[in-house]
Each structure stands twice: as structure tokens, then as C-alpha cells.
């Protein structure tokens, strides 16, 4: 059974981005608590009752008379909390509901021994009808067609530095840096074909917190360039990050959130517009192929990005973060980084955030994407996710992994990969 809850302090701490798809699957764990929904694709119609069945297993055996807590009910609003119920024969079954879209959630705890063990599944109702709550300001256009005409006043002011010890046989890899909006500079990895050509190129934007970039490689026909987005270079030594993100960084995302001009994502979803600016400035450039990448708060920046650039032609988001962020003031799951769950929203905070959410842009995003997250994802709820997906009206594709939370299968990395492999050969 995955362990959930290592997964979600490493995304606390912000070291998601450094793990490798492959290093993101955890080792099997001695007890596993399996909850399984009656139908096999976990979807459900409004007002049909769903049966889970729960069973704790160790060494491949039913564990008997084990002791578990569980919770049932929508997501982050259990209506059903029991706790030390004894499986005499280490399984039972539990029932519930929705009369409404969205996704409810089963999440058992069995105790044995001194220590949790974890399992959970959900329930997932009339997902093509979930929508968001969260208003769109009247000027959202307005105000972000102002906001990346501000920054390109400035000149890019590229500079690029050749990285020997990360370069190939076949790809050139630099350290960029490039003025972003004020004199805030935007820093990168760039992977460059060494063959002379034009070629495609892939913004790769990143996850939550504050850390070191190597490059995406995308194979010696593709351009790709990674991004960080805090305006610190991204070569420097992991001690640093951790200092940083202890630091001056600590709780970014909380930043000036009651004023839209000065929140935080202001620089961020700026910058990476900015980004795509630095891209069609490259010679080696193909001048017209270009998509966009990313997981999390990545995986939001890509949705952003794909809206409020016309020159992306294709994105590939997965578990999106900052979709209707406003879902907890109606009682129902918002995305990261989950305003408003504990605690009432400060003057002007909400108009604010309604610039900055993503299913406001998801309605602005008119290209083909590939997106993908899994149903027990706790840090990007798949409510807010579909919320955001069910605003989109170009063509697009979702991949779901039922019991994936917030990490990734290494199949669901290699499909992305090779979808945006695929786009850029088009």
C-alpha cells in the first residue's frame, strides 16, 4: 500500500520536483489496508449508493480482529467518522452516497501494533457535471493583458551559460536567466540540440517549492527549457533551497494574497509567459512549435500559461493545484494550496484569488492537452481538478489512475512524455 502520508510531508517540504517518477513509487509496506469501490472504474450516478470493501492484510493474509478508524463523505467533509472498529475477520463493507457531483471519499486507518496504516478510495459522481464555484472578475482579461504588456516594456536581457558537466554528445544544456516584470529575472535549464536545425521546444514549469533544476530531456530533436520561478538561480547547492524555503520563502503562496497586484503568482504566472517570449527568441528555435508541461503547481502554471498565451500549442498538466479555490467556502474540496479550509478569507482576498484561479483560465485554454491525476490525491482534490478540466472546450484527453494520490506512476510519466514527444513532431 502507498504511504500517503510521506507522500504529502515530502510535497510539504517541496522536494517533489527533485524525486524521479520512478523514485515517487513506495516500497511495500508491512500491513496494506486495501478499500476497494463496487465498480471497478470508480464512477457513480447522482443518488446511487456506492459499497466499499475494506480489507487489512499482512503477509498476503486477512489480518483478524484488527482495529481500524474510518471516515466516509465528500472529500474533506466526512460525514461518517467511526473510529476503533474491530474486522474480526480483518474485512467489512461501508455505504454511502452523493445526490450531488463530486467525489466521495473512504478512508480507513487500521492500527496494529503501535503504528497507522492507511487506505482510501473514492467514489467519483457525475464528474462531467462538476463545476466550479468560484467567480471570474469582469476585467480577468484586462487585467492580465496589462500585467504581461507591463513586463515586456523591459527587454529580455538573456544570458546564457554553458554547463559542460551537464551537456552531451547531442545536447548543448545552459543555465538562462532573463529579465522577467520590474527587475525580477526569471532563471533556467536549457537543452538544446547540438545538430544544426530548427526545432520544437517544450516549457517545462515546475511543482511547489523552492529547489535546484537539471533540464527535462525531451531527446536531441527537442528544445526544451525548465523553469523556476522564484527569481533565484537554479544551479546553486541544495543546502541553499532548504535555507531559502525555510526562509525568505516560507509560505509563498500566502504572499500579499489579499491584493492583486502584488500576490505573489503575479510574478509567476507573468514569468512564464515571459518564458515562452524567451523561447521564440532562440535562433535554433522552429518559431511555431511549442508546448507546455508540468505537475501540481505546475500543472496549474500550464493551464495558466496555455491561456494567456496564444503562442502554446499544446499542454500537458498533471494534478493540476490552484483549481476553484474557492470550492471550501461552499463546503466542497478547493484546490492547493486549500485557502479558506481553516480559516475565513482577510478583506479583499477572495476578489484576489479570483484572478489567480484555474478554472478561470481553464475557460481561456483553446488548444489539445493530455491531462491526468488519480482519485486519492488529498493535495490537489480531484473536485477542484475536474472543476477546472470541465471548463475546457479544446479537444483534450484525461487519464485518470484511480488510486493514485499525489504522485506519479511511472507509466502515467512516460505517457506524458511521449504525448508531448508526439505534438512536437506534428
Known amino acids: 500500500m502507498k504511504n500517503y502520508f510521506s507522500i504529502l510531508m515530502l510535497c510539504s517540504l517541496g522536494l517533489w520536483g527533485v524525486m524521479t517518477a520512478a523514485q515517487a513509487q513506495q516500497a511495500q509496506r508491512l500491513v496494506s489496508v486495501v478499500v476497494s469501490p463496487d465498480h471497478a472504474d470508480w464512477k457513480y450516478k447522482a443518488g446511487e449508493e456506492a459499497t466499499f470493501t475494506v480489507q487489512v492484510y499482512k503477509f498476503g493474509h486477512l489480518l483478524r480482529d484488527v482495529a481500524v478508524d474510518y471516515e466516509l463523505g465528500p472529500e474533506f467533509f466526512p460525514t461518517v467518522e467511526k473510529k476503533d472498529v474491530v474486522l474480526k ?40 457535471k462538476i463545476l466550479p464555484v468560484s467567480d471570474e472578475p469582469a476585467d480577468f482579461d484586462a487585467f ?73 530531456n525531451y531527446g536531441e530533436d527537442v528544445i526544451s527549457l525548465e523553469i523556476g520561478v522564484h527569481g533565484i538561480p537554479v544551479t546553486m547547492a541544495q543546502s541553499v533551497y532548504f ?28 514569468g512564464c509567459v515571459r518564458a515562452v517570449d524567451y523561447l521564440f527568441s532562440l535562433p535554433e528555435f522552429d518559431g511555431e512549435t511549442v508546448g507546455v508541461s508540468g505537475s501540481s503547481q505546475g500543472g496549474a502554471l500550464s493551464i495558466a500559461t496555455a491561456a494567456l498565451d496564444p503562442r ?48 478561470n483560465f481553464a475557460r481561456r485554454v483553446h488548444v489539445p492537452g493530455l491531462y491526468s491525476w488519480g482519485l486519492n490525491d488529498v493535495t490537489c482534490p480531484p473536485t477542484s481538478m475536474y472543476a477546472a478540466y470541465n471548463m475546457i472546450t479544446a479537444p483534450k484527453d484525461l487519464k485518470v489512475y484511480n488510486d493514485s494520490g499525489h504522485w506519479i506512476y511511472s507509466e502515467q510519466q512516460a505517457a506524458t512524455t511521449q504525448w508531448l514527444k508526439d505534438q512536437c513532431k506534428k
Not at 467525489?103 to 487506505?119: H, I, P, S
Not at 479550509?341 to 489567480?356: A, D, I, M, N, Q
Request: charged share 25%; net charge positive.
Open 312 to 359: 502554446i500549442r499544446f499542454l500537458a498538466p498533471i494534478h493540476p493545484a490552484m483549481c476553484d479555490l474557492g470550492g471550501f467556502l461552499k463546503k466542497r474540496a478547493g484546490g492547493w494550496p486549500h485557502y479558506f479550509r481553516f480559516t475565513k478569507p482577510e478583506s479583499g482576498e477572495v476578489e484576489t484569488l479570483s484572478y489567480y484561479d484555474i478554472a
Open 144 to 216: 492580465w493583458a496589462k500585467a504581461i504588456e507591463d513586463a515586456r516594456r523591459a527587454p529580455l536581457d538573456a544570458v546564457r551559460t554553458l554547463l559542460p558537466e551537464k551537456s552531451t554528445a547531442t545536447q548543448d544544456v545552459y543555465e538562462v536567466s532573463f529579465r522577467n516584470t520590474g527587475f525580477a529575472r526569471v532563471y533556467g535549464i536549457l537543452m538544446i540540440p547540438k545538430k544544426p536545425g530548427k526545432y520544437p521546444a517544450v516549457l517545462q514549469v515546475p511543482g511547489a517549492g523552492v529547489r535546484p533544476y537539471n533540464g527535462v
Open 243 to 270: 535555507s531559502i524555503y525555510g526562509g525568505a520563502l516560507n509560505g509563498y503562496w500566502e504572499f500579499s494574497k489579499n491584493n492583486k497586484d502584488q500576490f505573489y503568482y503575479k510574478r509567476v504566472y507573468v
Open 89 to 128: 475477520e480483518g474485512k467489512t463493507t461501508l455505504k454511502g452516497v452523493m445526490k450531488e457531483p463530486g467525489l466521495l471519499r473512504c478512508r480507513v486507518v487500521a492500527k496494529v501494533d503501535g503504528r497507522n496504516y492507511e487506505g482510501m478510495a473514492g467514489a467519483l459522481y457525475d464528474d462531467g
